[in-house]
């Protein structure tokens, strides 16, 4: 009889679940339903007001434009849910890398041409200086076509050098997204270019302003005796000897030609595969690395330091003795010679200078001093890259202190041992009371075994300092990467340990509370049977 209505409550209860859940699965098709229906609608509204020509004009991409009204947007839910619009504002991102790009390769390609140019005018320079008074004389055709030349690579040269900075300027503007190009037209920009323009920009044209009928004029009068001992002393330029103040211009603007080598810098970084590396200049651009020239240069006596540094000796060599020998052909024969020019440089380069030959013009002390200058840095730099080449690497070192450090143990290990033989051969000597010669020849032996002991212990002592000052970072790091990584697989097991406890805790919590309504069931049972027995007991 007490089965029985435990049994109807188990199948009512069942009987209200199936009924909940069938409701369930009656209001889930009843949204499913009415979604589709949300969206079939929205889709039949978007065809109709598209379809709609007579009213309504349909541009492109759901874009609907009312007649007299504004344009309004219409996209179906479809189309919304399987395309992805790009925003204007990354549309015009996209613009400016584009642009961007652009603009690198024309300054790439521009610093290239400028580079040749100015290349082309030094070269026809020098064939003019070198072949003017051997092959043709001033005002020829010869001469008037190579100084025409010049003059055109020149104009060449400035306007690609504008067109540089033009597109410089603008790459400047895309990057931080200007209005106006003149505000990045600061002061030191326009300083910059106009010293730019002006370094390329000199050429020597003093001999447009010279005629041969004003020499031969100048050669009919008498000349006062230095001139003349001058002019007898010199292998002539393509200048008149008379007219010194144009010869020392012409100089000097075919010296100052050799500025226009400041565009080999600007042409390498450019064309640098490390500034072309997008993973390299993304990684300098997290650590706050400039990428500059003198970042460049590092980069090449990193790993070319002996090449680099004999291809810059070379050059400034070749173009010194060169811009020496034109300073100094119109004073003397010595140092007006190539050889001579050569032996000049390089004994002042190496700041030797045993007195043979010296410069006499004010530009030929200049070279020489501006050449002993260079010579100084680069014997600096070529001494840095030898101490470099010959020093012990990581590996190297660690063998070399290891080995040493055994035979300093094995030393350490004898010495210890002489002193405790010398010991016992002098407490010998006392014991036997042997001579007193004996006596301090043993004393003196102990002494001196005593100080190589201590002397190869302080030897010891620094060369394991050496190698404790000797840390590997790569070690270290790995070392303490394996510990950050160990203590997070144990504070992951803890966390997991914890976890499973508080299951367990919540599994017994359960438990206990079942545990606790079992027996309040249990005692109230007892308890009525208990008051039913008291009760029926009188009856009885």
């Known amino acids: 009889m007490r089965a029985m209505p435990s049994r109807s409550r188990r199948e009512s209860a069942a009987g209200g679940q199936k ?54 947007i219409t996209v179906p839910l479809s189309y919304a849910l399987s395309c992805k619009r790009i925003s204007p504002t990354e549309g015009d ?27 082309f005018g030094i070269t026809l320079m020098i064939l003019h200086n070198e072949l003017c008074p051997v092959i043709y004389q001033a005002g020829s055709v010869y001469a008037q076509t190579l100084n025409s030349l010049v003059s055109i ?27 106006d190009w003149r505000i990045a037209m600061t002061k030191n920009r326009v300083l910059g270019i106009s010293l730019e323009l002006l370094v390329c920009a000199v050429h020597p044209v003093a001999t447009y302003w010279w005629s041969p009928e004003a020499e031969a004029d100048g050669q009919r009068t008498p000349s006062p005796p230095q001139e003349a001992s001058e002019t007898n002393a010199s292998s002539p330029l393509c200048l008149s000897t008379r007219h010194k103040a144009l010869r020392d211009v012409e100089i000097l603007m075919s010296a100052m030609m050799f500025l226009r080598l400041y565009l080999v810098h600007r042409t390498i970084m450019l ?37 680099t540094l004999l291809l810059f000796i070379l050059l400034f060599w070749f173009l010194a ?79 070399h202190y290891f080995m040493t450090d055994i035979q300093i143990t094995k030393r350490v290990r004898h010495a210890a041992a002489n002193v405790l033989r010398e010991c016992w051969l002098l407490h010998r000597t006392d014991v036997t009371k042997g001579s007193g ?32 000052e000797m840390v590997d970072l790569e070690k270290m790091q790995m070392i303490m990467y394996d510990l950050s990584a160990n203590w997070n697989n144990s504070y992951h097991e803890l966390e997991l340990r914890i976890l499973s406890m508080e299951q367990k805790l919540d599994e017994l919590n359960h438990s206990l509370q079942q545990t606790s309504q079992l027996l309040t069931q249990v005692m109230g049972r007892q308890s009525l049977e208990r008051r039913h027995s008291r009760l029926s007991a009188p009856h009885r």
């Open 19 to 72: 009924e909940d859940e069938a409701t369930e699965e009656d209001d889930r098709d009843s949204t499913d339903s009415t979604d589709s229906r949300r969206m079939r609608a929205m889709e039949m509204t978007a065809r109709n007001l598209c379809s709609d020509s007579n009213a309504d004009e349909k541009i492109c991409d759901g874009l609907i434009k009312r007649n007299g009204g504004d344009t309004e």
């Open 93 to 119: 991102n996209l613009h400016r890398l584009r642009d961007r790009k652009f603009l690198l390769e024309d300054k790439r390609r521009l610093c290239a041409w400028a580079l040749a140019t100015a290349l």
């Open 153 to 179: 690579s020149t104009g060449c040269l400035v306007i690609l050098i504008m067109a540089f900075h033009y597109k410089d300027v603008r790459l400047f503007v895309i990057d931080h997204n200007l209005m």
């Open 271 to 307: 064309h640098s595969k490390v500034l072309l590396n997008a993973s390299y200049r993304t990684i300098g651009s997290l650590n706050k690395i400039n990428f500059s020239f003198r970042f460049l240069l590092k980069v090449l006596m990193n790993k070319y330091p002996a090449r």
């Open 321 to 399: 003795s060169w811009t020496l020998t034109l300073c100094e052909r119109q004073m003397q024969k010595t140092a007006g010679n190539m050889d001579t020019a050569l032996w000049l440089t390089a004994i002042t380069f190496l700041t030797v200078g045993y007195g043979d030959v010296s410069p006499v013009t004010s530009c030929g002390k200049v070279v020489c001093l501006f050449t002993g200058l260079m010579g100084v840095a680069s014997t600096a730099m070529m001494v840095a890259v030898m101490t470099r080449k010959l020093a012990l690497n990581k590996g190297e070192k660690h063998v």
């Open 437 to 468: 010669r004996e006596h301090r020849y043993r004393q003196r032996r102990l002494l001196e075994a005593i100080r190589v002991f201590r002397q190869l212990r302080v030897k010891q002592r620094k060369l394991r300092d050496y190698a404790s």
